[in-house]
């Protein structure tokens, strides 16, 4: 026996210093002893009670097991905390070394060290002790012993989680995919010196965690990028693979260290955090409201991959014969692995160049991240022998669109395997499907199951008023999904008959024209059916964008019953263009085999896999994302401002001047700049801007007044509003009072542009547009083009024959965007869109250029945008042809015109016309996007006021989602004169209990009107509750001056808001009261 394997005792006893007491020495001798004899004891009583020496020796085995699995963790525990410590120095003197003898121009920024983050986790480490010691035992510890009578005594006797802090090894941000999104991948390294103790007194019971290992790759994804605070929408979190995790446990958790059972522990514990955190779940926490988190947390796949599983060659031989003196062969299969989904082929006997012929089918969630791990082994009765491993970053193949290769076997001498991956994209329109089931058909492998046409993506989020159990009690559902012979179980939501379950479930589908989803909703024992629910698939095809989202109805279940449900069908497309990238196949060894049928591999007339290969060809459309086009136009009519605050003082303010005014509109971090009005407090600017926006949760659009000065210029106000409001009523024209400051409002008038596809329209918009004109000389657009670059083909070669970096620049009117430089192709690809307002698309010109990314010209092309005008729908989408380069060369392309209709145009009548008077204009009001009022009946001075009473037209409501009520002042009618030239009236208000008078707002002033419109609005901060506690006091005043004898007040009215549907919101008139009633 080693000294380390000795026991401590006897060690300690040997080592005692020669002055020790005899006393002392006397009982660390005993204590060794009484050791000595316990560990004899177990024996001994094994004898006597007759027990055989086997189940002595078994017991003995499992206590060595378990003593050499502790000093393992411990051992691994321990070196990772070392090299987490000495990690600079081992870097700075191995790795650095190396890079000495390299060129100075090279680096590796694919992952970036922040040492700046490990250093503030370092310092705030103690304190996040604090906090997580103050969560275990205030909050976690008692709703332990609440959930179980058996877990009462619970409590966390130590909580220290040490002195070693969370490390980031790494991180790697991804931009290039979309740019709504940042994506972070975080290289998490964890070895720390962790100590928890729980004890549970009841039972004696003591366990705990000393030590913790966390290594793996965190993706974090901050989408969507709004343009207000906090800047990011939501924040997802997953790992992509499973993290590395190794627990050192204690007390007595102590037996989970058993051999056989430390596995299990291990991959229970995995398949919890798997169940939450690694892909295709995910963490998603929601920054903003009005977010959609169920498309976050359940995204849609980015694709399918299918995976031919083609061949193997010279692979190393396990079986070997005589003790490895002559050499055997080997039985070899793979096993296919992308993130959880996991495939194994059949195995060969005895051959080392093997043929599989099978193909898979997975699921993309994320790329890049997500790689394909093929590993090989050799099939032996007890345990496989390993023959090699090839991993593949599907960014690759999405890229490619069809790799088609052999990869060479890593981590043994030799073997190869040859691969054909394929990138199904995923159409949201059946018009390809018979195509894609008919390709399918041609398709041949030895798998049990065909190719699939489509996948179905469900999102299970909640059900409505289920069955009660028997005793009027609670169910606990649980519903199972079945397409066919695939059924697929949702999460159990105990206790409650309306359960939230958020579960996502993905199937492949061969035919959806054949084939039915059902859901059955069930107790958790499975023996009560609350429900059921069946969809045939054909039902799907029939809606927009082969999507179903909304409640349904279950049968056999009580009236009331529903369930929500989203259910997205995707058709799987590969593109014509799908050619392999590698074409040219291994010559092949001797020995490896005959192709199907008796043909030579080389020489088998079907493709890889068993395909039909068909002749090479390049794809006859674009396939742009399906969000492409989705973008709108908001236009931006400044018209003019009221009672602006006097800034130009003179004399010390003594003298009251006035204000050079101009204003900063902004809006989706692009800034508009009006031009400055010298003194005047009542201006009028006339300016319109155009702006397109992509349609995201919480935008926003600021205005700020300022008063232009030598120095710096004084601000006059500001107001905001919510670009949700504007397209739900689609055209706004109202006065907005300024915030921050005494006075002064703003006329705007605001309109997001429908747009159509209407050419007849067109010509009735342009003529409406060349009767306007502007202070700032901008034309309005009729039009907006979206462009989508796809790809190009036949590009020339560079003068020195090596092939060309292609960047686009695409020109319209002035304006330029370039594509991004692709790598060296003669036919690059870019995958790009852009957009651009039109003015008059009958005279205007889209210009595309290609050139080498060091200025040689690589051909241009010439688009008259008349021509996409007379195309079905106004899309052009095709191969066109470039000018001064190769005959064959080519670029696809899509340009998609929409014009931009406007109400102004559609209201507006000629003076000749049928049933007109003048040369009069109707123009469509503002309603509040909350109230839903878009369909009522306009503005109007004449209707239904039979009594002919002094009235005022007012829209109260509340919005929950901002916590805000709302009052809109529109206008007043039939108001009394004040004097022989009419009246100058304003309303005024209070909301009532208000001491301090914070809600005293009014309008502003009509001159010389007895029907005035004002169209203010007018927002407070008041909860639902507090609203309905307030009571209107409104009054419709004469603006006199000081020394006037003319009468001030016209009408009153007083309106409690708790008879009022706030909810709902209520727009109607309400008779004035005079001041003597």
Known sequence: MSASDADPGWVAAARAPPDQPPGERAVTVLWSFGKCLAALLPVYL???????????????????????????????????????????????????????????????????????????????????????????VETIAPAIRASSMHLQTLSFTKVNIGDKALRLAGVKAHTENDKRQVILDLYLSYAGDVEVNVEIKKYFCK????????HGMLRVILEPLIGDMPLVGAVTMFFIRKPKLDINWTGLTNLLDIPGLNAISDTMI???????????????????????????????????????????????????IIRGLIDGKSDPYCVLRVG????TSHHVDNNLNPQWREMYEVIVHEVPGQELEVEVFDKDPDQDDFLGRVKIDLAIVKKARVVDDWFNLKDVPSGSVHLRLEWLSLLSSADRLSEVIQKNQDLTSKTADPPSAAILAIYLDQAYDLPMRKGNKDPSPIVQVSIQDTTKESKICYGTNRPVWEDAFTFFIQDPGQQDIDFQVKDDDHALSLGSLSIPLTRIMATPELTMDQWFHLENSDSASRIYIKIVLRVLWLSDDATPTTPSPRPSSAGSGMGQGGFPADLNPMGPGGLVKPPPTRPQHTTPDPEFATEGVLRIHLVEAQNLIAKDNFMGGIVKGKSDPYVKIRVAGITF???????????????????????????????????????????????????????SAQMI???????????????????????????PRLEQILQYQSQQSYQNKVVPSTAVLFVYVERAHGLPLKKNGKEPKAVAEIVLKGVTHKTKICERSTSPRWDEAFHYLVRDPRDETLTVKLSHSSGQS????????????????????????????????????????????????????????AGTEGTGEFIPRWVPSHLDLRHRSGFSMASDNANGASQVKLTIAHDQDENRLFITIHGCRALAACSKDGADPYVSFILLPDKKATTKRRTGTKKRDLNPEFNERFDFDFTLEESTQRRLD????????????????????????????????????????????
Request: charged share 25%.
């Open 46 to 136: 094994a004898g006597y009670y007759g027990f055989s020496i086997s189940v002595v020796l078994f017991v003995l085995m499992i206590y060595m097991g378990w003593k050499h699995g502790r000093l393992e963790k411990m051992l691994r525990l321990k070196s990772a905390m070392y090299h987490l410590e000495t990690e600079t120095d081992i870097t700075s003197s191995k790795v650095f070394r190396t890079k000495m003898d390299m060129p100075p121009w090279v680096n590796f920024p694919d992952v970036e060290k922040v040492e700046w983050i490990n250093k503030i986790l370092q310092q705030a480490w103690p304190f996040i002790g604090q906090f997580l010691e103050k969560l275990l």
């Open 207 to 214: 366990a705990g965690v000393k030590g913790i290992q966390l």
């Open 270 to 320: 995995m398949d919890a955090i798997a169940s939450h955190l690694v892909l295709p779940n995910r963490l998603t926490v929601p920054l903003v409201a009005d977010l959609h988190v169920a498309q976050l947390r359940s995204p849609l796949p980015r694709g399918v991959v299918r995976i031919h599983l083609l061949e193997a060659e010279d692979l190393t031989a396990k079986d070997t």
């Open 340 to 343: 959880t989904q996991i495939f």
């Open 673 to 727: 700049r009006s031009h400055t009005i010298k003194e005047n407090l009542n201006p009028l600017w006339n300016e319109l801007y155009e702006v397109i926006l992509t349609q995201l949760p919480g935008q926003e659009i600021q205005f700020e007044l300022f008063d232009k000065d030598i120095d710096q210029d004084d601000f006059l106000g500001r107001f905001k509003i919510n670009l949700r409001d504007i397209i």
């Open 733 to 759: 024209d109202m006065w907005y009072t300024l915030n921050d400051v005494k006075s002064g409002r703003v006329h705007l008038m605001l309109e997001w542009l429908p747009r159509v596809s209407d050419l």
């Open 858 to 913: 690589l051909g241009s092309l010439t688009l008259p945008l008349r021509e996409v005008l007379l195309e079905p729908g106004m899309v052009l989408d095709r191969w066109l042809s470039l000018e001064g380069v190769l005959p064959e060369s080519q670029i696809l392309l899509r340009a998609t015109l929409k014009i931009l209709d406007t109400q102004l145009a559609a209201c507006r009548r000629d003076p000749g016309e």
């Open 1034 to 1077: 409104l009054s419709v005043k004469n603006s006199v001056s000081f020394m006037s004898r003319e009468r001030e007040l016209i009408g009153k009215l007083q309106l409690d808001l708790d008879q009022i549907d706030l909810k709902a919101g209520v727009t109607q008139w309400y008779d004035l009261v005079a001041e003597a009633n």
